[in-house]
């Protein structure tokens, strides 16, 4: 092999080598200058989109409390002025001062049908029950973008929308909290006579199952398969079908065994209810009025009175020495869900009502030679219970019912008649000799108050009585001081006084006996009402996705 293969370069190439070395350097150099000026400015571009994402989120973060807080202030009796100072505190509670603007209304939330999208109509009016907060900032670039990248200002826009409304109340005009043997015999026997159906049997045990559970109008929404509440309260549907969706709801499965029995049994019934004639409940309704819980046993009585409408309802209870109990019905009752307090026009924002009634109880003595024929009527007035004042606070809620009129009478007619246009009588040998005249106005409560407070919800529901007016029983009424009237119809050799002991006897027992029980179910307590609390709700904003 020969020795000039491994012979050195040339010099010159070796020089030219060197300098391409030192120009690939300098080449290098620029690169990374380059290089860094690029992830300079990418690291600028992280940080002010990072920056810009962060204050839109805390933006985003700050409309959302506000629509919440104004959404409080919707509903009856609400203002727009308190929504908006409402939105504004909140606003500057986080932080921001200046450089936003901030705009703010009042609407109706609702869903629509067919593709169950939420939406919002604006209406500034006492029928809202949402709130929409827009709040616009310009933000500045930082001084890195600014120097980087562009010295334009971002105009942010965040749009955010809360169904809300005040604290609720559910509440009936209701006697007793607990039921007795006598009671659950009477309420099966206005069951049966209301359905149409002498096979329905409710003891003790399956009416306290039923008044022991309570029931909300979403869970009911979502047993009826409706868009909305107001669509659920819209329904008009067989009874039978409102006790499935009631038990489909029921948080209890003893309650609920009650309501399937009570949906069979009432298949052919032909009563039709809607729930907005149940329930006095503002529309649209609130995240409030959509959660309180509302009686089932309540829900069950009313709908079927509702149902049922104007008219007689013969009660089919066999009673030694009583004839026919008759229910004539004028006005049905109504549950109350809503909010305290009274609209700017002056109306009561929620007022719960008791059955109207005239009761009818035959009485048919026969003593020797002598009977009476008789009835004991007791007419009712229907009795409305605002709802004035509620403040919900953990251990410390308080509340008051304003009581319009409670008023009974207690007349005596012919049992034979149906408008009670004649005397009652005492017959001597079949011929009547004695017409009897008895009529005594009872006013039990007129705008009287019932307050009340909780500790714990554990404690509802609960009777809430009238004060500042007197108690008793109809029985305790009909003593020495009630005068009758006796109008001698023929001749009688004899002094008539012993006829008041006589008749004063019977009455007082059926007064004890049939009458006190059947106002009870009804709400009516002779010298007070009683309102039954169920349930009450904190407003809970909640916000609309």
Not at 14 to 35: C, E, P
Not at 467 to 479: E, I, K, M
Request: aromatic share 4%.
């Amino acid at each position: 092999m020969s020795a000039a293969r491994f012979a050195s370069p040339p010099l010159a190439l070796q020089k030219g080598q060197r300098m391409g070395a030192r120009d690939q350097r300098g080449a290098i150099s620029v690169l990374g200058v380059f290089t860094l000026l690029l992830a300079l400015m990418l690291t600028g571009l992280t940080l002010e989109t990072a920056r810009l994402w962060l204050t839109k989120r805390e933006l985003q973060s700050t409309a959302d409390m506000a629509a919440m807080a104004a959404a409080r202030y919707t509903g009856c009796g609400s203002t727009r002025a308190a929504a908006l100072q409402a939105a504004q505190s909140v606003v500057a509670a986080n932080g921001l001062t200046s450089g936003y603007t901030l705009d703010m209304q009042r609407g109706v939330h609702g869903r629509d049908a067919t593709t169950r999208v939420n939406t919002f109509q604006a209406n500034e009016s006492e029928s809202s029950n949402a709130a929409q907060v827009t709040l616009t900032r310009t933000v500045e670039p930082s001084v890195l973008a600014s120097g980087l990248l562009s010295s334009n200002a971002t105009v942010m826009k965040v749009t955010a929308t809360a169904k809300g409304g005040p604290p609720q109340a559910a509440y009936s005009i209701a006697s007793f909290t607990s039921i007795t043997q006598r009671q659950a015999d009477f309420t099966t026997a206005l069951f049966r006579a209301l359905i149409g159906n002498s096979s329905l049997n409710l003891g003790i045990s399956a009416l306290t199952d039923l008044a022991g559970t309570s029931i909300n109008l979403l869970a009911l929404q979502a047993a009826a398969g409706a868009a909305t509440i107001e669509e659920l309260l819209d329904r008009q549907v067989p009874i039978d079908e409102l006790f499935r969706w009631l038990a489909t709801a029921s948080p209890s499965a003893a309650a609920a065994t009650q309501l399937n029995q009570l949906g069979s049994i009432s298949i052919n019934s032909g009563l039709k209810v809607r729930l907005r004639d149940v329930l006095n409940i503002q529309i649209p309704a609130s995240a409030a009025s959509a959660t309180v819980g509302i009686n089932v046993l309540d829900l069950i009585q009313t709908s079927l009175l509702v149902g049922k409408g104007k008219g007689t309802i013969n009660l089919g209870l066999n009673i030694a020495g009583v004839g026919n109990i008759s229910l004539n019905l004028l006005n049905p009752p109504r549950i109350a869900v809503g909010p305290a307090g009274k609209s700017l026009a002056g109306a009561w924002c929620t007022e719960a009502k008791s059955a109207q009634f005239s009761l009818k109880v035959g009485l048919n003595l026969n003593l020797l030679v002598a009977a009476l024929d008789m009835a004991l009527y007791v007419d009712t007035f229907q009795t409305a219970g605002r709802l004035s004042s509620l403040a919900i606070a953990p251990g410390n809620t308080t509340g008051n019912f304003s009581i319009a009129s409670d008023i009974v009478v207690v007349r005596l007619n012919d049992a034979k008649t149906t408008d009670g246009s004649k005397r009652a009588t005492v017959s001597v040998l079949g011929i009547p000799v004695v017409g009897i005249d008895l009529k005594l106005p009872l006013l039990s409560a007129s705008n009287a108050s019932a307050p009340f407070t909780i500790q714990s919800t554990a404690q509802l529901p609960q009777a809430v009585s009238t004060q500042g007016v007197g108690s008793g029983t109809l029985g305790g009424l009909l003593g020495d001081d009630t005068v009758i009237k006796f109008v001698v119809l023929g001749i009688l050799p004899f002094d008539l006084s012993w006829l008041q002991d006589v008749i004063m006897a019977p009455l007082k027992l059926i007064a004890d006996l049939v009458v006190e029980p059947l106002l009870q179910i009804f709400g009516f307590d002779i010298g007070l009402v009683r309102v039954r609390l169920i349930d009450v709700e904190s407003a809970k904003p909640l916000l609309i996705i």
